[in-house]
Structure formats: C-alpha cells, structure tokens
C-alpha cells in the first residue's frame, strides 16, 4: 500500500513541467534611463584617431589615422572604416578600407568591441632614389576598443588593430575618439521603450 502510493507520487512529480522564461523579444527601439536622460540600447556609433603602426614592408615607424562607423543589425555587430598611414600624419603611403563582424559590450561608462573581417588596401613603395612600385592587394583585419565614456554617449580610448595578407603584416595602435548615436532626448513622465516602465 504505502509502496503503492510512493510509486504514484513519484510519477506525479515526473510529470511536472519545468516552468522556462522566456528571453525578452528584441526590440530595436528599447531605451535606458541614465542621469536623466533618454538613451538607445541598440546604438551606432563613430570612432576616429591617429596613432602609429609597423609593417613588415617598411623599416621606419608610420604613423596613422583612421575612421570606423559600428552599428547594429538587429543583435548583430558590424563595422565598415578606412585608415591611411605614411611616415607622418596626412601623409600616405597605405590606404585601406575594411568591413567587419564583431562583438561589442557597452555599459554606463565604458565600451568594448572586438572587429574581424576582410580588407582591401593600396600603397607604394619606393623613395626619391628609386622607382615608386604601386601595390593592392587583400587581407584579413582585426581591431580591439576599449572605450571610457565621459558622458552615455561620448568617450575616449585605445584600439588595437592588426592585418594581414600575402605582402605585408601590420600591427599598431590608435587614440581614437568616441560618438554615439544613443541620445534620445530627456526623460519624461512616461517613456514607451524603456523597458522597466513599459513591462512586455
């Protein structure tokens, strides 16, 4: 009897679902709520600065300047941007141009993103001794950010960057500067796509 009714209990307990939240849906518009203002969670933003750089063509130091536009496709990172370097800064002796997929973390006063992803670039090679060879050619880029933010939306930091491809291997780093497409305005009363106070 009591076996009998051990037995029964057990199975009643199997039978149980398992209660499984479910992640919030996406919302491309969602907001947050930060020292009184209004910001996008899924933002864009720019990032530009100079640095220096060593590639394995040259022998001296170049230096560089660069610019990339980060935005968002739905939950996916992407990063489209162009740098030039020479042996001083407007200079050039190397252009290019890179495309990327990445992962980003931003929080109230910092931003990490790490980008990856093809690169076409063109230079010269040669000095006033010699003739000027003209090279293109296509690779494989990389860059690290580590952004501190003054304010949400604008910060300063450091990138690592790296390429790499048949005729050269560059590595170098950046001061870049910060911009970001959050800012959605004050808070008010009522704000629909903060999530806390517009619960799904």
């Known amino acids: 009897m009591y076996l009998f009714l051990f037995l029964a209990s057990l199975g009643a307990y199997a039978q149980e679902k398992p209660v499984i939240k479910e992640a919030p849906k996406f919302d491309g518009k969602e907001e947050i709520i930060y020292d009184g ?3 996008k969670i899924h933002n864009s933003y720019l990032t530009a600065g100079a640095g220096f750089l060593q590639s394995s063509m040259r022998n001296r130091l170049q230096q560089t ?3 990339d536009f980060q935005f968002p496709i739905r939950k996916l990172n ?3 941007g162009a740098m030039m370097s020479g042996e ?3 200079s050039n002796n190397n252009i290019q141009g890179h495309v990327g997929y990445g992962i980003r973390r931003e929080k109230t006063r910092n931003n990490l993103a790490l980008y990856a992803g093809p690169t076409l670039f063109t230079g010269v090679i040669g000095d006033a001794t010699s003739s000027p060879v003209f090279y293109t050619g296509v690779g494989a880029y990389v860059s690290l950010q580590a952004v501190t933010k003054f304010t949400y939306d604008i910060g300063l930091g450091a990138e690592l960057f790296g390429e790499i491809s048949s005729r050269q291997r560059i590595f170098g780093i950046k001061i870049i500067a910060f911009f970001s497409g ?3 305005g004050p808070k008010r009363n009522f704000n629909p796509n903060v999530r806390s ?3 799904k």
């Open 37 to 39: 203002k209004r910001y």
């Open 182 to 184: 959050a800012y959605r």
């Open 197 to 199: 106070e517009n619960p």
């Open 65 to 67: 300047i660069g610019v």
């Open 88 to 90: 001083s800064f407007g």
């Open 78 to 80: 992407f990063q489209m």
